[in-house]
């Protein structure tokens, strides 16, 4: 009975909330075109270039069965310290150099191929997925804050943050491993990867043509659904504001920050950040209330907390692949307290003298300068990435509707 009334309670609640959505978009459509525009540039100018080339690699070397490879050579660092198979080793470097959602597709990826049990699939998801380099220095600390200098605490907190989680997470799920077999790391061999590289390859009989072709329109799809997420979240965090709910919420959060001694005045922007982390990190450097050292930590949090736009889309890319949400979820409150801590801990020796000029700090070639590598790759990425984007869509629908004639002349 319990049971029952509470289904019909969550079923209350969900109608309630689409229709208050709807009604909301009713009452404010200017705003809510605003937000779409906002959320569809994000995604065709940044998302879809930087991200396609990973998935895309990342299909083709599964396929090939480099990441096998991979796998085999990474089995004695990655079973010891992370309690996850070698092939995780894959997905934990991509996942940082590619950033939000790739490490949960490669995890879905590698699951599906049962090279991950449940558990071990829920551990790895748990710590692979992190923001991208070039997000971090190029528009965060150079475009963001206007400080290039600001990106080196923020990326090494961020990824040190992740590291830990994934050495919390190696506890997780150990009763229910209990009773099984347990798989000891297999020793360094690379005759062995090479012969596992050849073994996989020879499974796969599919043409060159044909394993490009299913790789583009598999990146593809997954990135329709990830600009999908962001328009709709931008929406809904433009909608929370036009409706005064963020104000309402706001001081929930403020208690939060007094008990971290961070300023109230970031309540604001640290609350929308939790639902998108663009707009989050644009609104707390702008928060002139706040010293650099309280917005960087407040920044590192949103960053690693991945906002509930990023953890839809990873939920609904688990959903496919029946792998567990929560831990997750939870993996990404670890995560930013872990790089908020890390910031502010590693401020003095990463910022303070690198940005006064310090000797001793860290080696002469980290430091960033303004109009450096990272400022110059979010530039050109903004400026020709609706081009990439374009193009590839236009191959997409291209290979979408030769696989269906492909299939009707079949039947």
């Known amino acids: 009975m319990k049971r ?57 070397l599964i396929s090939f069965g480099v990441v096998n490879f ?83 605490v923020l990326a090494v907190s961020h990824y040190l943050g992740n590291i830990s989680v994934g050495l919390i ?11 099984r077999p347990k798989r000891s790391p297999r020793p360094f061999s690379f005759p062995y990867a090479l012969r596992t590289l050849h ?54 959060l403020r208690q939060l920050l007094r008990l971290t001694q961070l300023p109230e005045q970031l309540d604001i922007p640290v609350f929308s950040g939790l639902f998108e982390i663009t707009l989050g990190s644009q609104m707390i450097s702008q928060t002139e209330e706040a010293m650099l050292l309280e917005k960087a930590v407040a920044t590192s949090f949103i960053l690693a907390f991945g906002g509930f736009s990023v953890q839809a889309q ?17 993996a990404r409150l670890m995560h930013g307290v872990f790089a908020a801590s890390f910031t502010y801990l590693l401020w003095k020796p990463l910022y303070v003298r690198t940005a006064t000029g310090e000797p001793g700090s860290i080696p002469a070639f980290l430091p960033a300068v303004p109009g450096g590598a990272w400022d110059e790759g979010w530039r050109l990425l903004q400026q020709y990435g609706p081009l990439v984007t374009l193009l590839f869509l236009c191959l997409y629908i291209w290979l979408t509707a030769k696989a269906a004639n492909g299939t009707r002349g079949r039947l």
């Open 70 to 152: 991979l796998g085999v050579l990474l089995e004695p660092l990655m079973r010891p310290l992370f309690r996850v198979p070698g092939v995780g080793g894959f997905a934990w470097a991509m996942g940082m150099a590619s950033g939000y959602p790739s490490g949960a597709k490669l995890t879905a990826r590698l699951y599906q191929e049962k090279q991950l049990s449940t558990i071990e699939a829920e551990r790895l998801a748990s710590f692979t997925n992190s923001s991208n380099p070039l997000f971090i220095f190029g528009a965060v600390s150079a475009g963001f804050f206007n400080n290039p200098h600001l990106g080196l």
């Open 314 to 330: 990873v939920a609904s890319i688990l959903a496919e692949a029946n792998i567990r949400f929560q831990p997750f979820f939870v």
């Open 169 to 179: 997470m190696r506890f997780h799920g150990i009763r229910k491993e209990k009773g």
């Open 199 to 252: 073994k996989t390859r020879l499974k796969n009989e599919q043409p060159l043509g044909k394993l490009l072709g299913d790789a583009v329109r598999s990146s593809v799809q997954t990135l329709l659904m990830i600009g999908g997420f962001i328009i709709l979240f931008s929406v809904v965090n433009k909608l929370l504001y036009m409706m005064h709910l963020t104000e309402q919420l706001a001081p929930l």
């Open 4 to 60: 029952n009334w509470g289904t019909k309670l969550k079923t209350a609640l969900l109608a309630s909330a689409v229709t208050l959505f709807a009604f909301s978009l009713i009452c404010y459509p200017k705003q809510s075109l605003e937000a779409s525009i906002r959320g569809l540039n994000m995604w065709w100018e940044v998302v879809f270039p930087s991200l396609l080339p990973f998935f895309i690699v990342s299909e083709l």
